[in-house]
């Protein structure tokens, strides 16, 4: 259904490593700067990457993304119980000419 | 930094329209930036709606809402609008602001409208 591809979920310990993947094509990813977005449930996205491996200020150094071809992955390392969320990626498709976003990936931290 | 706050949620019938205010404050004057508009339905994904830049007036529109969606913005209260007309139940969705950095970057985006229908 969305035009960029996430697992549903991915889950880890505290103080560990999980990779989240997104997967699309030459007219989104393959052509345009990805960005990756959190979600509590109830609130609004914030941004969390940009410009595929750029934080902004007051995201921390334990996040963070990158691109090759047609898709990018955001790791997060050091896991924490608050960073339960959604996390989703987003970028401009060239071809629909829309903002186009993944389905989102649940981080359960067990 | 910008903040974005939006309108109150609406409940509206099916047939009728609605428009979700954005107003921003802070982060430099309102017509430097690029305003765009997100939905997400219950349970479903991010979808991209388009954009309007004040400075010029000129707003784009995904296709699929081309004719059925109007974003306008008013310099002067700092403040975006979309209004959407010929509600179904399909709208029903949150309903987001965000600010447009370069590379469609939503680098903040608003608390959030409510609609349903």
């Known amino acids: 259904q969305s035009v960029l591809t996430q697992p549903p979920s991915v889950s880890a310990a505290p103080g560990q490593k999980v990779t989240i993947t997104c997967s699309g094509s030459?007219?989104?990813?393959?052509?345009?700067?990805l960005s990756w977005y959190r979600q509590v449930p109830g609130t609004a996205p914030t941004l969390l990457i940009f410009?595929?491996?750029k934080r902004p200020s007051g995201i921390p150094d334990r996040f963070s993304g990158s691109k090759s071809g047609t898709s990018a992955t955001l790791d997060i390392t050091g896991l924490q119980t608050g960073d339960e969320a959604t996390y989703s990626c987003?970028?401009?498709?060239?071809?629909?000419?829309?903002?186009?976003f993944g389905g989102g990936t649940t981080l359960t931290v067990l | 930094q910008v903040q974005l706050v939006q309108s109150g949620s609406e409940v509206r019938k099916p047939g009728s329209s609605v428009k979700v205010a954005c107003k921003a404050s802070?982060?430099?004057?309102?017509?430097?930036?690029?305003l765009g508009w997100v939905r997400q339905a219950p349970g479903q994904v991010l979808e991209w709606m388009g954009r309007?830049?004040?400075?010029?007036?000129?707003?784009n529109y995904a296709q699929k809402f081309e004719g059925r969606v109007t974003f306008t913005a008013d310099k002067y209260r700092s403040t975006a609008y979309m209004e959407m007309t010929a509600l179904t139940s399909e709208d029903t969705a949150v309903y987001y602001c965000?600010?447009?950095?370069?590379?469609?970057?939503?680098?903040?985006w608003g608390q959030g409208t409510t609609v349903t229908v």
């Open positions: 965000a600010k447009v950095d370069p590379f469609y970057t939503l680098a903040v």
């Open positions: 802070g982060g430099g004057a309102f017509s430097s930036h690029t």
């Open positions: 309007v830049i004040p400075s010029v007036d000129v707003a």
């Open positions: 030459n007219s989104n990813i393959g052509g345009n700067h």
């Open positions: 410009e595929n491996d």
């Open positions: 987003g970028a401009w498709d060239s071809s629909l000419n829309v903002v186009v």
